[in-house]
């Protein structure tokens, strides 16, 4: 029970103890000396409210407030405002930093909220009120107001979830119309295949000649010299060396076939890292396998 109030500089009070009892108190006296000012100090001090006309309420000339509350189990909770300063001190216990709401330490005391006061021009109590603020009231004392967030947040996540889909169907629709320019690249690759197998002959042909080059080289100098180092079967050195011309003529084609793969490969390194922009996930948009062969 609320036993003991003390303002400064609330009003027309420069500073004022007031003693409660238990049972009804009254506050009795001519209009414009104070009375509505001790009823407000206790709202604020209790609960905080209204946080945007706590500075009107101060006192002409002064900078700030200081508003006590004791009861019968000698808890003292008090509310200090001033320039530089915004507390609350509970029991000794100082609490900076006082928001619009009003700390659990005050509430775990008094328990007092809008349901235990009235203004001077409010109505009667909930016959005042919409039917939607009723209902809002009473969902809040029986905590059905929990469900009514919960429902309202599923519903809100449902919207943005929503949403973020739409999003996506939309980059989806984007990415398969750009894959549709490497329809072929699965013929492209088996091409480039066959052209590193051609590769791979043309270079064991390249060795081949040249180590005929080599030898029909080792023929003609020991031919000339008439030294002992002339092969035993010169006829069949000479018989493959005219068959150089051939392997030159194939050697040809197959230089053409190399810059074909070469352009080819080029071609197919930068398909491949358009494909790996496309899908960084390794999951083809198109049929949504994982583990793109890239």
């Known amino acids: 029970m609320l036993t003991k109030l003390i303002i400064e500089n609330i009003q027309s009070h420069k500073h004022t103890v007031t003693n409660f009892k238990s049972g009804i108190n009254a506050i009795i006296g001519p209009s414009g000396t104070g009375k509505s000012a001790l009823v407000r100090s206790i709202i604020i001090n209790l609960t905080n409210q209204p946080a945007q006309m706590q500075s009107q309420l101060i006192r002409h000339g002064e900078k700030g407030y200081c508003i006590t509350t004791e009861d019968d ?14 507390q609350y001190i509970v029991n000794d216990n100082v609490l ?13 005391i008094f328990n007092f909220t809008e349901i235990n006061y009235s203004s001077q021009l409010s109505g009667a109590f909930l016959f005042h009120f919409t039917s939607g603020e009723i209902g809002k009231y009473i969902n809040s004392i029986v905590d059905l107001d929990i469900m009514t967030n919960c429902l309202s947040n599923i519903e809100k996540r449902k919207n943005k979830e929503s949403r973020n889909i739409e999003q996506l169907e939309k980059e989806l629709t984007e990415k398969e119309t750009e894959l549709e320019r490497y329809a072929g690249l699965s013929d492209m690759v088996k091409d480039i295949k066959k052209l590193k197998k051609l590769d791979n002959k043309k270079n064991t042909i390249i060795k081949l000649i040249s180590n005929l080059k080599k030898l029909y080289g080792q023929y003609i100098e020991c031919k000339q010299k008439h030294t002992v180092g002339i092969p035993t079967m010169p006829e069949k050195l000479l018989a493959e060396y005219q068959a150089i011309d051939q392997k030159i003529v194939l050697l040809s084609e197959y230089s053409d076939l190399k810059d074909l793969y070469d352009n080819g ?22 049929c949504g396998k994982e583990g793109i062969n890239r």
């Open 96 to 108: 900076e930093a006082v928001n619009k709401s009003v700390p659990v330490d005050v509430q775990d």
């Open 265 to 286: 490969n080029k071609h197919l390194q930068q398909m491949e890292k358009e494909l790996k922009r496309l899908t960084p996930d390794n999951i083809c948009p198109l």
């Open 73 to 86: 189990r000698n808890n003292s909770i008090t509310r200090k405002k001033a320039p530089g300063i915004n």
